[in-house]
């Protein structure tokens, strides 16, 4: 120990050329630019500290590149991402609605239950404390495609083959997008118990959506069906 101590004690001055080569290529350019490294003062765990650190770099260090400036960057890509698959599913289910149902204000029939259940999806996220990431972000998109077809097989019933009281509720279609409705729940709800806390997140608001597509389904479009047979009659 004492020979160490008197070793470090002799400690000379430590020049550029006595560094190792590699560590010089690390933070010394061919050019001869150095790398900064820059610290933040707020904790980066909060995104928005994050995006005030990243955004100040910037100003000074255009090209700046790092940690926080990958995890902003990629928050960012996925929820554009996320935004353009919702669009492209919505607009892609309108067009094939608009395609098979007669007459075409049906459309609107099966999309507002559908709407609405992504409305009370997102909220019981916050309810819950389930914030939106990477993996259950997907969820509205998929809920879109899945829901649809309950919509799509009500208002076909209603339709093609009424039933002689004008209750839906009371025919077998209105019990086999019950039945479906539960067995895709029981699906996604596997995920639930994933140790991966990102599916695991997805399985739980897959799970929600789909019961809140299920009650718009047999609530909110029966509803609307009544009330949109009502209203000629009442003109």
Not at 58 to 83: M, N, Q, S, W
């Amino acid at each position: 120990r004492l020979d160490a101590l008197a070793t470090a004690l002799e400690a000379e001055e430590v020049t550029r050329d006595d560094l190792p080569e590699d560590l010089i290529e690390h933070w010394v350019s061919k050019d001869d630019h150095y790398r900064v490294t820059v610290f933040p003062r707020e904790n980066l765990n909060d995104s928005a500290a994050m995006r005030r650190f990243v955004t100040a770099v910037r100003t000074v260090a255009p090209d700046a590149i790092g940690f926080p400036v990958i995890y902003l960057e990629a928050g960012d890509a996925v929820v554009k991402a996320f935004k353009q698959a919702f669009l492209m599913a919505l607009v892609a289910v309108t067009v094939l609605l608009l395609i098979l149902l007669r007459p075409k204000s049906d459309t609107l029939l099966v999309l507002l239950p559908l709407l609405l259940a992504g409305v009370l999806t997102g909220a019981a996220s916050v309810v819950v404390k389930i914030p939106f990431n990477f993996a259950n972000v997907i969820a509205l998109p998929l809920l879109l495609g899945i829901g649809v077809d309950s919509g799509i097989h009500m208002v076909h019933r209603m339709r093609a083959a009424p039933p002689a009281g004008g209750q839906v509720l009371e025919t077998s279609s209105a019990r086999a997008v019950l039945y479906s409705s539960l067995t895709t729940i029981c699906s996604f709800g596997n995920l639930a118990v994933s140790p991966h806390r990102g599916m695991a997140s997805m399985g739980v608001l897959l799970t929600i959506g789909i019961g809140f597509t299920l009650i718009c389904t047999l609530v909110v479009l029966p509803a609307l069906m009544v009330k949109g047979k009502q209203s000629p009659a009442g003109d």
